[in-house]
């Protein structure tokens, strides 16, 4: 509450993991409606979360860290974006708990900065792959020009470690060039290729206009082992493995049903952008089959683009989370 110092213990999964505050204010209302909505048809209700509407001091010192930074947005149509934008650590920077700011020399994969423009929603995930450290954001773009780009915080919150990869990177190859973007609406074999063998995955949906104080862009991590995806044809089978139950993802999915899935080729830079319609089976055989899923969602492919070295940096997977391993493959129930 105002004027006082708190930290809050919030589940995740069977751990728990502290988020210490400051004289801010923890928001009185945490969710949307289709979140709420999730939260009763998981059958958990609604847990006790700090999302915040600023950040507290170790979420400003934590954004800087990173070389990396994944976002997401809506595009003229409404359908959701996923991207995720590079620099030199520093390159985002928290001027103020209210505020982040984007360098002007951030490396925008292909147009993508076209897509965040001024007085947009827009979600961001702040992911250590080197520590399995994250932290949400969640703003409206106040100004995007030759000064970088600056993000009004509504929403603040920590994600606990779960299903994430350690990972160690470093600059790409010297003298190495982004490939044109390559537009598709069905998956060939190099895209089914990376899909199949992915081991994270990063998902943005969105409220839509059903939500506007509580709700707007979000983008989240999803990990698991190789083979965690299932594909058929044109249609992805993700499982939901057991978190911090506040359910951003499938309580948006449940209001919007649109969403977009990036893949990132950490050996290569190359990224995989889909987007497609969504639909969460909260209880299905297939879910009680597969080791640790608590349910499935479908994502039904509507179109996607690929670009070669897309961004300027790789990772070396260090280590499979302890978490993940404890997962199932499709491969297993089929």
Known sequence: ???????????????????????????????????????????????????????????RQFFPLLPYLM?????DSGWPVANIVTGAPGFVSSPDPQHLHITADAHWPGSSKQQFLSAKQVGMLGIDFNTRRRNRANGVIQQT???????????????????????????APPGEVAQ?????????????????????????TTSGTHETSMGGPDISHRGGMPGFIRIDGNTLTIPDFNGNKYFNTL???????????????????????????????????????????????????NGGWWQAHAIPLRWSLREIAPTTARTGVWTEVS
């Open 1 to 59: 509450m105002a004027g006082t110092h708190r930290a809050t213990a919030r589940l995740c999964g069977n751990a728990t993991f502290s988020d210490t505050g400051s004289s801010m204010n923890i928001q009185p209302e945490l969710f949307h409606t289709g979140e709420v909505q999730a939260h009763a048809l998981a059958g958990s209700g609604t847990p006790a979360a700090a999302i915040r509407n600023f950040m507290p001091e170790q979420h």
């Open 71 to 75: 976002l997401a947005t809506t595009d």
């Open 180 to 204: 044109p973007v390559q537009s598709f609406t069905d998956l060939d074999a190099a895209a089914r290729k990376l899909i199949h063998n992915a081991d994270s995955l990063f998902v943005a």
């Open 251 to 301: 309580g948006n999915m449940l209001l919007e049903p649109r969403a977009a899935l990036l893949f990132v080729d950490y050996a290569s830079g190359g990224l995989l952008h889909l987007q497609g319609r969504t639909e969460v089976l909260w209880q299905s055989k297939e879910a009680a089959a597969l080791t640790g899923a608590e349910r499935i969602w479908r994502f039904h492919i």
């Open 145 to 171: 020009g030759d000064e970088g780009v600056s993000i009004s915080v509504t929403q603040s919150f920590g994600n606990c470690p779960r299903y994430i990869q350690l990972r160690d990177v470093y600059a």
